[in-house]
C-alpha cells in the first residue's frame, strides 16, 4: 500500500558546508577521484615538474658544461646492461654526455618553451581577443580574420616560418638563450587564436550585460571594466585550452628542435636530444634515442590526459 | 549557389594576397634577394649595381607588384643553397609529396572511419577501450617519435622496411611515381603510416563523436521507433550524417598533411617539398621559404574553396539555404 | 468484452543515476480497445511521454522497465528481445514524436524514408512501395504526392512535415498509434488539421489511438477516454466527457479548471498552487499531497491506489470503495 521509498524532501536545505568540503563535493573533483588515470596523469605530470625544478641537484653532472664531459665516457650503455657504467644509469651519448642528466636540464628546457610560449599565447590572445570584442567593428572582424586565416595554416608552419625569418635577420647574433627567446615567440605566434576566439566571444555576450553599462555609466575605464569583470569569466575555457595548448607547445618545441629549426646542440631539449640520439639508431646505440623519447612521449600524455579530464569535467555535455 | 561560389572564390584571392604579401616581405627584407646573385667577395659598389640592376631601389609597390606577377608565372627567384629556379626544384619534389600525403590520408580515413563507428557503437567493449587509447597516444605522440619508432622496429630490428628514401620511381612525364614499383609500395607504408596516423586519430574521435551525436537525435529515435533494423539505422541513417562534417573535416585536413609532411619527410628522408623546406629554414634559403609558403597556401585554399563547394552537394539542405556553410 | 489493443499493468519505470534512482512510473495501468483513442494528460515531467516510450519498447539506459506487464492483443511484448520488438516498433505500433522539424533524417528524400520502412515491414518490391508510399502521402493530405515524394525534409512547412511523420508511423497498417505531443511544436492554424488527421486515421483504420498532450483542449475535442497523470501515476481516468465536466481527483478538478471556456467568462479561471515535485523529491503518499486543498492525515502516509467510481476510476483518498464504506 504505502511507498516503500521516502526519499528525503529536498536536498537543497542543508547547512551550507565550506568551500573546501563543497569543492570535495562538486562534480570536478568526483570525475577527478573517479578516473584513476587522471590521478595518474596528474602524479606524472607533478613528477615532471618538480626533476626540472631540481635538475641541477639530481643530474650527476652539467650537460651544457663542455668542460664537465669526458670522452672516454662515450657511447656508455644503461648500467643495467653488461657494457653499463656508474653513475650513468641511462648510459652516456657520443659526447660522453649522461643521458639522464641531459634529460633532465633538456626537460627544463622544454617545459620553460612550453610554458613561456603558452603565457605569451595565451596573453597576446586574451589581449586581441579582448580588444576585438570590445571594440568591434573594423578592428574586430581585422583581427578574427587574421585568426581565421591563421588556424587554418598548421602550428608547425607558421612556427618554423617565425623561425627561419628570425634567423635570417639576426644571423650569427643569436646564441641559445636568444633562440630560446625566438621559440618562444614562433610558438606564441601560432598558439593565440584560440584564446582570442574565446575571449572575444564571452566578451560579446557579457559586454550587453546591464552590469557593464552600469560600470560605464558611474564613469569606469574600459579596461578595468573588461579585466575586472569580463575576464573572470572566461577562465575556466582559457584553463582548459592553455592545458591541452601546452601538450602541443612542448610538441612543436620539440618538432623545431628535432628538424634542427630549434635548440642548438649545446643547449638541447628533448627534441635536441632525440636528434642527436636518431644519428646513432643504426649503429645500435638505442639508449640516446629512447630515453630522451619515452621522457618527452611521458610528459605530454600525462598532459593531454589532465587536458581532457578538465575539458570533459568543465563541459559535462561532452562526456 | 553561384553568388555563394563567387563569394567565396573572393575570400581565396583575398587570403592569397595576404599569404603574397608575406612571402613578398619575407623575400624582400628577411633575405638579401642581392645574395641570390653575388659571392662574399663582391665588393659593395658591385653590390649597389646589381641592387639597382635588379630594381630594388624602386618603391616597395612596385617591387611588389613585380614579384607578384613573377609568382602568378610561379617565378620564385633562386634558392641561394642550390643555385637553382625554386619552382623547378619544386616541382621536381611535388609528386613525391602529393603521393605521400594522398596515401596517408587514404590510410587515415579508411582506418579512421571504422575505428570510429566501432567505437561508437560498442562502447563499452575492450575493443573500444583499446581504440581510445590508441587515439590518445596518437595524439600524444610527436609525429617524429612515431617515425623513429616505427624504423627502429620494422628497418632496423626486424629488416622489412627501407628507413629512408622512395624506392624506385618511375617517370610519367614530368611526374615521378614511387606507386609502380614494389620497392616504391614498401617505402611509403612506414612514411605514410606515420603521416596519417594524427589524421586517422582526428577522424577517429570525429566519427565516434558525431556518431553518438547523431545516435541521440531525433530522426534516429524516430527510425528506431519506426522499427528500421539496427543495421540499416547504424550504417545507413547515422553514418550517412554523421560522414558529412567527416568529409569536411578530412578534406579540410589534407593541407595539413601536406603542410605536416615536413616533419615525416625529414624522419625518413623522403624527398619531397617538406624536406626541401627544412633544409630552407636550417640553411636560411628565404626564396625557398617564401615559396613553399606561396604554394601550401594556394593548396590550401584551394581546398578550402573546394571543400566548401563539395559541402552544399552532399548535404541538400545547403542547396537551398546557401550561405550557413561556415 | 472484446480483448484490448493495448493493455497496460503496473508499469514501473526507473532511471539509475549516480546520485539516486528515479522512479518516473510508478504503477500506472491502462487499456485502450479496438478504434478507441485514448488521451494522456498531465504537466510536463508527470510521466506521460515515457509510458510511450516504455509501451514501444525505446526506454534507453539509464532507465530501464523494472516492473508491470504491457500487452498488445494479447501478446505480452514488454521484455521481448531487441529484434522481436523491433518487429513490432512500425509494423504493430506507430509512433508520432513531438518535433517533425527533427524526426525525419534531413539527408533523405522523404519517400525514401517511407519505402525503406515500408519494406522494412513487408515484402513489397521497390516499385510498388513507392506506389504505396505516395498513396499514403495522399492520405495524410500531402498534395501532389508524387511530386512531393522526392522533396528533402526541409523542403516542407512544420505542419507538412507532421503529415509525413504520420504518414511513416501509418504505413504498415499498425494496431496502436502513440502520438507523442504531434501538435505541440506546430501553429495553432495547424494543430486541428493534425489533430483531425489522426482521428480520422483511426477511424478509418479502427486504430487504437494513445495521445500523450498536455492540451486539454486537444483531449476534450479528440479522445474518447482520458487519463491523467501526476508524478508517475494515474489520478484519474475514465471517459472523457466525464472526466472533463465531473472531475473526481482533485487535481483533475484543477487542471479542467485552467481549461478557458468561452461560456463561463464571468468565472476566474482556477490554478493549483505549487509545482509538481522533482522525481528525486516526490513526498510519501499521495504525491499531490503538498498542493491539495483536500489533504488529511492519511494522503500524508499511505499511497492511495485507482478506486473505480462508474465508468471512472480514481487514485485518491477522498473516495472509497463502494463495498468497504458498507463494512
Given at each position: 500500500m504505502?511507498?516503500?521509498?521516502v526519499?528525503?524532501r529536498s536536498?537543497?536545505?542543508q547547512?551550507?558546508?565550506?568551500?573546501?568540503?563543497?569543492?570535495?563535493?562538486s562534480?570536478?573533483?568526483?570525475s577527478?577521484?573517479?578516473s584513476?588515470l587522471?590521478?595518474?596523469a596528474a602524479?606524472?605530470t607533478l613528477?615532471?615538474?618538480?626533476?626540472?625544478?631540481?635538475?641541477?641537484?639530481l643530474?650527476?653532472?652539467?650537460?651544457?658544461d663542455?668542460?664537465?664531459l669526458?670522452?672516454i665516457?662515450?657511447r656508455?650503455a644503461?648500467l643495467?646492461?653488461?657494457?653499463g657504467?656508474s653513475?650513468f644509469?641511462?648510459?652516456?651519448?657520443?659526447?660522453g654526455?649522461?643521458?639522464?642528466?641531459a634529460?633532465?636540464?633538456g626537460?627544463?628546457i622544454s617545459?620553460?618553451?612550453g610554458?613561456a610560449g603558452?603565457?605569451?599565447a595565451g596573453?597576446?590572445?586574451i589581449a586581441?581577443?579582448l580588444?576585438?570584442?570590445?571594440?568591434g567593428?573594423?578592428v574586430d572582424s581585422?583581427i578574427?580574420?587574421?585568426?581565421?586565416?591563421?588556424?587554418?595554416f598548421?602550428?608547425i608552419?607558421i612556427?618554423?616560418?617565425?623561425?627561419?625569418?628570425?634567423?635570417?635577420?639576426?644571423?650569427?647574433r643569436?646564441?641559445?638563450?636568444?633562440?630560446?627567446g625566438?621559440?618562444?615567440i614562433?610558438?606564441g605566434?601560432?598558439?593565440?587564436?584560440?584564446y582570442?576566439?574565446?575571449?572575444?566571444?564571452?566578451v560579446?555576450?557579457?559586454?550587453?550585460?546591464?552590469?557593464?553599462?552600469?560600470?560605464?555609466?558611474?564613469?569606469l575605464p574600459a579596461?578595468?571594466?573588461?579585466?575586472r569583470?569580463?575576464?573572470?569569466n572566461?577562465?575556466?575555457?582559457?584553463?582548459?585550452?592553455a592545458t591541452?595548448?601546452?601538450?602541443?607547445?612542448?610538441?612543436?618545441e620539440?618538432?623545431?628542435s628535432?628538424?634542427?629549426?630549434?635548440?642548438?646542440?649545446t643547449m638541447p631539449?628533448?627534441?635536441t636530444l632525440?636528434?642527436?640520439?636518431?644519428?646513432?639508431?643504426?649503429a645500435?646505440e638505442?639508449?640516446?634515442?629512447?630515453f630522451?623519447g619515452?621522457?618527452?612521449?611521458g610528459?605530454i600524455l600525462?598532459?593531454?590526459?589532465?587536458?581532457?579530464?578538465?575539458r570533459?569535467?568543465?563541459?559535462p555535455?561532452?562526456? | 549557389?553561384l553568388?555563394?561560389t563567387?563569394?567565396r572564390?573572393?575570400?581565396?584571392?583575398?587570403v592569397m594576397?595576404?599569404v603574397?604579401?608575406?612571402?613578398?616581405?619575407?623575400?624582400?627584407?628577411?633575405?638579401?634577394?642581392v645574395n641570390?646573385i653575388?659571392?662574399?667577395?663582391?665588393?659593395?659598389a658591385?653590390r649597389?649595381?646589381i641592387?639597382?640592376s635588379?630594381?630594388?631601389?624602386?618603391?616597395?609597390?612596385?617591387q611588389?607588384g613585380?614579384?607578384f606577377?613573377?609568382?602568378l608565372q610561379f617565378?620564385?627567384?633562386v634558392s641561394y643553397?642550390f643555385?637553382?629556379p625554386?619552382?623547378s626544384?619544386?616541382a621536381e619534389?611535388?609528386?613525391?609529396?602529393?603521393?605521400?600525403?594522398?596515401v596517408a590520408t587514404?590510410?587515415?580515413?579508411v582506418?579512421g572511419?571504422l575505428?570510429?563507428?566501432?567505437?561508437a557503437?560498442r562502447?563499452d567493449?575492450i575493443?573500444?577501450?583499446?581504440?581510445?587509447?590508441?587515439?590518445?597516444?596518437g595524439?600524444?605522440?610527436?609525429?617524429?617519435?612515431?617515425?623513429?619508432?616505427?624504423?627502429y622496429?620494422?628497418a632496423?630490428?626486424?629488416?622489412?622496411?627501407p628507413?629512408?628514401?622512395?624506392?624506385e620511381?618511375?617517370?610519367?612525364g614530368?611526374?615521378?611515381?614511387?606507386?609502380l614499383?614494389?620497392?616504391?609500395?614498401?617505402?611509403?607504408?612506414?612514411?605514410a603510416?606515420t603521416?596519417?596516423?594524427?589524421q586517422?586519430?582526428?577522424?577517429?574521435r570525429?566519427?565516434?563523436?558525431?556518431?553518438?551525436?547523431v545516435?541521440?537525435?531525433?530522426?534516429?529515435?524516430?527510425a528506431?521507433?519506426?522499427?528500421l533494423t539496427?543495421r540499416a539505422i547504424h550504417f545507413?541513417?547515422?553514418?550517412?550524417?554523421?560522414?558529412v562534417?567527416?568529409i569536411t573535416v578530412?578534406?579540410?585536413?589534407?593541407?595539413s598533411?601536406?603542410?605536416f609532411?615536413?616533419i615525416t619527410?625529414t624522419?625518413?628522408?623522403?624527398?619531397g617539398?617538406?624536406?626541401?623546406?627544412?633544409?630552407?629554414?636550417?640553411?636560411v634559403d628565404i626564396p625557398?621559404?617564401?615559396a613553399?609558403?606561396?604554394?601550401?597556401?594556394?593548396?590550401?585554399?584551394?581546398?578550402n574553396?573546394?571543400v566548401?563547394?563539395?559541402?552544399t552537394?552532399?548535404?541538400p539542405?545547403?542547396?537551398?539555404t546557401?550561405?550557413?556553410?561556415? | 468484452?472484446?480483448?484490448?489493443v493495448?493493455?497496460?499493468?503496473?508499469l514501473?519505470?526507473?532511471?539509475v543515476t549516480?546520485?539516486?534512482?528515479?522512479?518516473a512510473?510508478n504503477?500506472?495501468s491502462?487499456?485502450?480497445?479496438k478504434?478507441e483513442?485514448?488521451g494522456?494528460?498531465?504537466?510536463?515531467?508527470?510521466g506521460?511521454s515515457?509510458t510511450?516510450?516504455?509501451?514501444?519498447?525505446?526506454?534507453?539506459?539509464p532507465?530501464?522497465?523494472c516492473s508491470?506487464?504491457?500487452?498488445?492483443?494479447?501478446?505480452?511484448?514488454d521484455?521481448?528481445?531487441?529484434?522481436?520488438?523491433?518487429?513490432?516498433r512500425?509494423?504493430?505500433?506507430?509512433?508520432i514524436?513531438?518535433?517533425p522539424l527533427?524526426?525525419?533524417?534531413?539527408?533523405?528524400r522523404?519517400?525514401?524514408?517511407?519505402?525503406e520502412?515500408?519494406?522494412?515491414?513487408?515484402?513489397?518490391s521497390e516499385?510498388?512501395?513507392?506506389?504505396r508510399?505516395?498513396?499514403?502521402?495522399a492520405?495524410?493530405?500531402?498534395?501532389a504526392p508524387e511530386?512531393?515524394?522526392?522533396g528533402?525534409?526541409?523542403?516542407?512547412?512544420g505542419?507538412m512535415?507532421?503529415?509525413?511523420v504520420?504518414?511513416?508511423?501509418i504505413?504498415a497498417?499498425?494496431e496502436?498509434?502513440?502520438?507523442?505531443?504531434p501538435?505541440?511544436a506546430l501553429?495553432?492554424?495547424?494543430?486541428a488539421?493534425?489533430?483531425?488527421?489522426?482521428?480520422?486515421?483511426?477511424?478509418?483504420?479502427g486504430?487504437?489511438?494513445?495521445?500523450?498532450?498536455?492540451?486539454?483542449?486537444?483531449?476534450?475535442?479528440?479522445c474518447?477516454?482520458?487519463?491523467?497523470?501526476y508524478?508517475g501515476r494515474i489520478a484519474?481516468?475514465?471517459?472523457?466527457?466525464e472526466?472533463?465536466?465531473?472531475p473526481?481527483h482533485?487535481y483533475a478538478?484543477?487542471l479542467m479548471?485552467?481549461i478557458?471556456?468561452l461560456?463561463g467568462?464571468?468565472?476566474?479561471?482556477?490554478?493549483?498552487?505549487?509545482?509538481?515535485?522533482r522525481?528525486?523529491a516526490?513526498p510519501?503518499?499521495?504525491?499531490f499531497?503538498?498542493r491539495?486543498a483536500?489533504?488529511?492525515?492519511?494522503?500524508?502516509?499511505?499511497r492511495?491506489?485507482?478506486?473505480?467510481?462508474?465508468?471512472?476510476?480514481?487514485?485518491?483518498?477522498?473516495?472509497?470503495?463502494?463495498?468497504?464504506?458498507?463494512a
Amino acid at each position: 500500500m504505502s511507498d516503500a521509498v521516502v526519499p528525503h524532501r529536498s536536498e537543497g536545505h542543508q547547512a551550507p558546508a565550506g568551500w573546501f568540503r563543497r569543492a570535495l563535493d562538486s562534480d570536478i573533483f568526483y570525475s577527478f577521484r573517479r578516473s584513476r588515470l587522471t590521478m595518474v596523469a596528474a602524479a606524472i605530470t607533478l613528477l615532471f615538474f618538480l626533476l626540472a625544478i631540481f635538475a641541477s641537484w639530481l643530474a650527476v653532472q652539467n650537460p651544457f658544461d663542455p668542460a664537465q664531459l669526458q670522452l672516454i665516457n662515450s657511447r656508455i650503455a644503461p648500467l643495467w646492461t653488461a657494457d653499463g657504467q656508474s653513475p650513468f644509469l641511462l648510459g652516456t651519448d657520443e659526447q660522453g654526455r649522461d643521458v639522464l642528466s641531459a634529460i633532465l636540464y633538456g626537460l627544463r628546457i622544454s617545459l620553460a618553451v612550453g610554458i613561456a610560449g603558452v603565457v605569451f599565447a595565451g596573453a597576446l590572445g586574451i589581449a586581441l581577443g579582448l580588444v576585438a570584442g570590445y571594440f568591434g567593428g573594423v578592428v574586430d572582424s581585422v583581427i578574427m580574420r587574421i585568426a581565421d586565416v591563421q588556424l587554418t595554416f598548421p602550428a608547425i608552419l607558421i612556427a618554423l616560418l617565425v623561425n627561419g625569418v628570425a634567423k635570417s635577420l639576426l644571423g650569427n647574433r643569436l646564441d641559445e638563450m636568444s633562440t630560446l627567446g625566438v621559440l618562444v615567440i614562433a610558438i606564441g605566434l601560432s598558439f593565440w587564436v584560440q584564446y582570442a576566439r574565446t575571449v572575444r566571444g564571452s566578451v560579446m555576450v557579457e559586454k550587453n550585460k546591464d552590469y557593464v553599462a552600469a560600470a560605464q555609466l558611474i564613469g569606469l575605464p574600459a579596461p578595468k571594466i573588461m579585466f575586472r569583470h569580463v575576464l573572470p569569466n572566461t577562465m575556466g575555457p582559457i584553463l582548459v585550452i592553455a592545458t591541452i595548448n601546452l601538450a602541443l607547445a612542448i610538441i612543436t618545441e620539440a618538432t623545431l628542435s628535432f628538424l634542427g629549426a630549434g635548440m642548438p646542440d649545446t643547449m638541447p631539449s628533448l627534441g635536441t636530444l632525440i636528434r642527436i640520439g636518431n644519428n646513432y639508431l643504426f649503429a645500435g646505440e638505442w639508449w640516446i634515442v629512447a630515453f630522451p623519447g619515452i621522457a618527452l612521449a611521458g610528459l605530454i600524455l600525462s598532459i593531454n590526459l589532465l587536458g581532457d579530464w578538465l575539458r570533459d569535467a568543465l563541459n559535462p555535455k561532452l562526456r | 549557389m553561384l553568388a555563394f561560389t563567387l563569394r567565396r572564390f573572393l575570400q581565396a584571392i583575398g587570403v592569397m594576397l595576404a599569404v603574397g604579401v608575406i612571402a613578398f616581405a619575407m623575400f624582400r627584407f628577411a633575405g638579401d634577394p642581392v645574395n641570390q646573385i653575388v659571392s662574399i667577395d663582391t665588393s659593395a659598389a658591385q653590390r649597389a649595381e646589381i641592387r639597382h640592376s635588379l630594381g630594388l631601389d624602386d618603391p616597395v609597390l612596385v617591387q611588389f607588384g613585380r614579384y607578384f606577377i613573377n609568382a602568378l608565372q610561379f617565378k620564385f627567384g633562386v634558392s641561394y643553397q642550390f643555385r637553382l629556379p625554386v619552382s623547378s626544384l619544386l616541382a621536381e619534389r611535388m609528386p613525391a609529396t602529393l603521393e605521400l600525403a594522398i596515401v596517408a590520408t587514404i590510410f587515415a580515413m579508411v582506418a579512421g572511419i571504422l575505428m570510429g563507428v566501432y567505437s561508437a557503437l560498442r562502447r563499452d567493449t575492450i575493443l573500444a577501450r583499446l581504440f581510445q587509447a590508441v587515439s590518445l597516444i596518437g595524439i600524444s605522440l610527436p609525429t617524429f617519435l612515431i617515425g623513429i619508432l616505427l624504423i627502429y622496429l620494422f628497418a632496423v630490428t626486424l629488416g622489412w622496411l627501407p628507413s629512408f628514401g622512395r624506392g624506385e620511381v618511375v617517370k610519367l612525364g614530368w611526374w615521378s611515381t614511387g606507386l609502380l614499383t614494389v620497392s616504391g609500395w614498401k617505402a611509403i607504408i612506414m612514411p605514410a603510416i606515420t603521416l596519417g596516423l594524427f589524421q586517422m586519430t582526428l577522424i577517429m574521435r570525429l566519427v565516434r563523436a558525431e556518431m553518438l551525436e547523431v545516435l541521440r537525435t531525433d530522426y534516429i529515435r524516430f527510425a528506431r521507433a519506426r522499427g528500421l533494423t539496427t543495421r540499416a539505422i547504424h550504417f545507413g541513417h547515422a553514418l550517412k550524417n554523421t560522414l558529412v562534417p567527416v568529409i569536411t573535416v578530412a578534406g579540410l585536413q589534407f593541407g595539413s598533411v601536406i603542410a605536416f609532411s615536413i616533419i615525416t619527410e625529414t624522419v625518413f628522408q623522403w624527398p619531397g617539398m617538406g624536406l626541401l623546406f627544412v633544409q630552407a629554414v636550417q640553411n636560411v634559403d628565404i626564396p625557398i621559404m617564401a615559396a613553399y609558403l606561396l604554394m601550401v597556401s594556394l593548396i590550401f585554399v584551394t581546398i578550402n574553396l573546394v571543400v566548401d563547394i563539395l559541402y552544399t552537394v552532399v548535404d541538400p539542405r545547403l542547396r537551398s539555404t546557401v550561405g550557413r556553410a561556415a | 468484452m472484446t480483448q484490448p489493443v493495448l493493455s497496460v499493468r503496473n508499469l514501473e519505470v526507473e532511471f539509475v543515476t549516480r546520485r539516486a534512482t528515479l522512479r518516473a512510473i510508478n504503477g500506472v495501468s491502462f487499456e485502450i480497445a479496438k478504434g478507441e483513442v485514448l488521451g494522456v494528460v498531465g504537466e510536463s515531467g508527470a510521466g506521460k511521454s515515457v509510458t510511450g516510450l516504455a509501451v514501444i519498447g525505446l526506454i534507453d539506459p539509464p532507465g530501464r522497465i523494472c516492473s508491470g506487464e504491457i500487452e498488445l492483443s494479447g501478446t505480452r511484448i514488454d521484455h521481448l528481445p531487441p529484434e522481436e520488438i523491433r518487429r513490432v516498433r512500425g509494423k504493430r505500433i506507430g509512433m508520432i514524436f513531438q518535433d517533425p522539424l527533427t524526426s525525419l533524417n534531413p539527408l533523405y528524400r522523404i519517400g525514401d524514408q517511407i519505402i525503406e520502412t515500408i519494406r522494412t515491414h513487408t515484402n513489397l518490391s521497390e516499385s510498388a512501395a513507392r506506389r504505396r508510399a505516395i498513396d499514403l502521402l495522399a492520405e495524410v493530405g500531402i498534395p501532389a504526392p508524387e511530386k512531393r515524394i522526392d522533396g528533402y525534409p526541409h523542403e516542407f512547412s512544420g505542419g507538412m512535415r507532421q503529415r509525413v511523420v504520420i504518414a511513416l508511423a501509418i504505413c504498415a497498417e499498425p494496431e496502436l498509434i502513440i502520438a507523442d505531443e504531434p501538435t505541440t511544436a506546430l501553429d495553432v492554424s495547424v494543430q486541428a488539421q493534425i489533430i483531425a488527421l489522426i482521428k480520422r486515421l483511426g477511424r478509418d483504420h479502427g486504430t487504437a489511438v494513445m495521445l500523450v498532450t498536455h492540451d486539454m483542449g486537444v483531449i476534450a475535442e479528440t479522445c474518447d477516454r482520458v487519463a491523467v497523470m501526476y508524478s508517475g501515476r494515474i489520478a484519474e481516468i475514465g471517459p472523457v466527457q466525464e472526466v472533463v465536466r465531473n472531475p473526481l481527483h482533485p487535481y483533475a478538478k484543477g487542471l479542467m479548471g485552467a481549461i478557458p471556456t468561452l461560456a463561463g467568462e464571468d468565472k476566474r479561471l482556477v490554478q493549483i498552487p505549487g509545482a509538481m515535485p522533482r522525481l528525486s523529491a516526490i513526498p510519501p503518499g499521495c504525491p499531490f499531497n503538498p498542493r491539495c486543498a483536500f489533504v488529511f492525515d492519511r494522503c500524508r502516509v499511505e499511497r492511495p491506489e485507482p478506486i473505480r467510481q462508474g465508468d471512472q476510476s480514481v487514485a485518491c483518498h477522498l473516495f472509497e470503495p463502494a463495498k468497504e464504506t458498507a463494512a
